[in-house]
């Protein structure tokens, strides 16, 4: 009697076993069939602040393209992220900050802000940039206002930010459409985008001066 009781706890003990790795089996296919399904929200009920459909740049102003890619330059020119890899990348020949600037630009930028960057960076600072009025054309530049948000220390939930507001004068080329060639190469907008590339690089835009 004892040897048969034995004998179907052992039965009984290997149905749980073979239970248990069907459902670890199935777990794990499970897990590889996983899909990502991207949905977009209405951020706003503001209709100039909704998600809006994407058009060709020849429905859009002269004017548009160009504050954009002029307020995209500021930005690019001053944000700080926690992480030096960051800077490190953005001071690289192939970055979108060399393709909004000309030589001499991103040559100044590289030894004065992104220095300045850098230094934030490995401190782990958080800096946002903000353009706060009209971009207006004074003369041969283009006056833009601005205000940085700077945090000098992570999680600390208590401190406030040190802000800064500044006017950078833009001496730009811009003629509004997409470049064919980059640093003196064939570029291809398509593969460069496919690629995950900015989209800021390709349009014929370069700040050729900036003074402060």
Avoid at 60 to 80: A, G, Q, T
Avoid at 92 to 120: H, T
Avoid at 124 to 138: A, C, G, Y
Wanted: aromatic share 12%; glycine share 6%.
């Amino acid at each position: 009697m004892k040897k048969l009781i034995m004998f179907f706890i052992g039965t009984l003990l290997l149905l749980l076993t073979f239970v248990a790795l069907y459902f670890s089996g199935a777990l794990f296919d499970a897990s590889n069939d996983r899909k990502i399904q991207a949905f977009v929200f209405q951020p706003n009920n503001l209709s100039n602040d909704r998600i809006g459909r994407p058009v060709s740049v020849d429905q859009l102003s002269e004017k548009f393209v160009r504050e954009k890619l002029i307020r995209k330059f500021v930005f690019e020119y001053f944000y700080v992220t926690p992480d030096i890899e960051n800077i490190a990348i953005r001071t690289r020949g192939d970055s979108v900050m060399a393709a909004m600037s000309g030589p001499d630009v991103f040559k100044e930028w590289k030894k004065d802000q992104a220095e300045k960057i850098e230094n934030l960076a490995g401190k782990k600072s958080f800096r946002t940039v903000n353009v706060t009025d009209e971009i207006l054309k004074k003369g041969d530049y283009w006056e833009v206002n601005y205000e940085l948000k700077t945090w000098d220390e992570p999680n600390n939930m208590d401190l406030n930010p040190t802000i800064e507001k500044g006017t950078l004068y833009l001496k730009i080329s811009f003629e509004k459409g997409i470049r064919d060639q980059r640093a003196g190469s064939s570029f291809d907008v398509g593969e460069y985008l496919k690629e995950g590339g900015d989209p800021a690089s390709i349009f014929k835009f370069r700040v050729d001066e900036v003074r402060s």
